[in-house]
């Protein structure tokens, strides 16, 4: 099983702006649906009711945060996710969560047992 790296408090709030944008989660469901490394910029653009100029600066913020990767094909740059990243946001989102939710329910469950 490949090593995924954690992402520290810096790193997760960096991805996290890249996120903060609908046309950027747009653009990481198309990539998911592509074949590995098969989707250009025109490809992303032919699925958003964007001009393509618009779409590569969505893709240089996901680049940025390291969420997306590019391989030169020739003239064109095609554009895959990164697996391992997407896989280590998930981690680290989960986990903040999950240690939120158990932090919020340890201070609720003592105030329900008290008398009132």
């Known amino acids: 099983m490949k090593q995924i ?3 520290q408090d810096d790193d997760l709030a960096n991805v996290m702006r890249a996120l903060g944008h609908p046309v950027r989660l747009s653009i990481l469901r198309i990539l998911a649906q592509q074949r ?4 250009c910029c025109t490809d992303v653009t032919q699925c958003l009711p964007l001009a393509q100029s ?3 600066q969505h893709i240089k913020v996901l680049l940025d945060a390291g969420l997306v990767e590019r391989q030169a094909r020739g003239t064109r740059n095609c554009y895959s996710l990164r697996a391992d990243r997407v896989e280590a946001l ?7 969560f999950s ?3 158990a932090e ?3 201070r609720v469950a003592p105030a329900l047992t008290e008398p009132a």
Request: proline share 4%.
């Open 90 to 96: 998930g981690t680290a989102c989960s986990g903040l």
């Open 5 to 7: 790296n954690p992402l």
């Open 104 to 106: 919020l329910a340890s």
């Open 54 to 56: 618009t779409v590569s």
């Open 36 to 39: 590995q490394g098969d989707c």
């Open 99 to 101: 240690g939120l939710s």
